[in-house]
Nanobody
Framework: QVQLVESGGGLVQPGGSLRLSCAASISTFRFYAMGWYRQAPGKERELVASLTREIITKYTDSVLGRFTISADNAKNTVYLQMNSLKPEDTAVYYC?????????WGQGTQVIVSS
């Protein structure tokens, strides 16, 4: 059974940056089509960014130009670089496959953007 563990969140001021990491619990696990998702208080979980095995990336309009998804299969890790953070980016961020699998949801990592 594979677990995906998110890390790297925290409290940051508007305009700041964070890099989130998503590590697989099994070293032999390989990422193919993956995504970062987030859920803000009182809102539905949404797809933020996705990465295909062809290394094609897509982003939701609200983060386009500010966030970058990438993967390092040698480290069995997926990243989300977040720049120019805004208060509306505040959410719990999760990684998962794309489309997501119910078996892969972890605890997520909290991102709070506030002055």
């Amino acid at each position: 059974q594979v677990q995906l563990v998110e890390s790297g969140g925290g409290l940051v001021q508007p305009g700041g940056s964070l890099r989130l990491s998503c590590a697989a619990s099994i070293s032999t696990f390989r990422f193919y089509a993956m995504g970062w998702y987030r859920q803000a208080p009182g809102k539905e979980r949404e797809l933020v960014a996705s990465l295909t095995r062809e290394i094609i990336t897509k982003y939701t309009d609200s983060v386009l130009g500010r966030f970058t998804i990438s993967a390092d299969n040698a480290k069995n890790t997926v990243y989300l670089q977040m720049n120019s953070l805004k208060p509306e980016d505040t959410a719990v961020y999760y990684c998962n496959s794309y489309p997501p699998s119910p078996d892969y949801w972890g605890q997520g990592t909290q991102v709070i953007v506030s002055s």
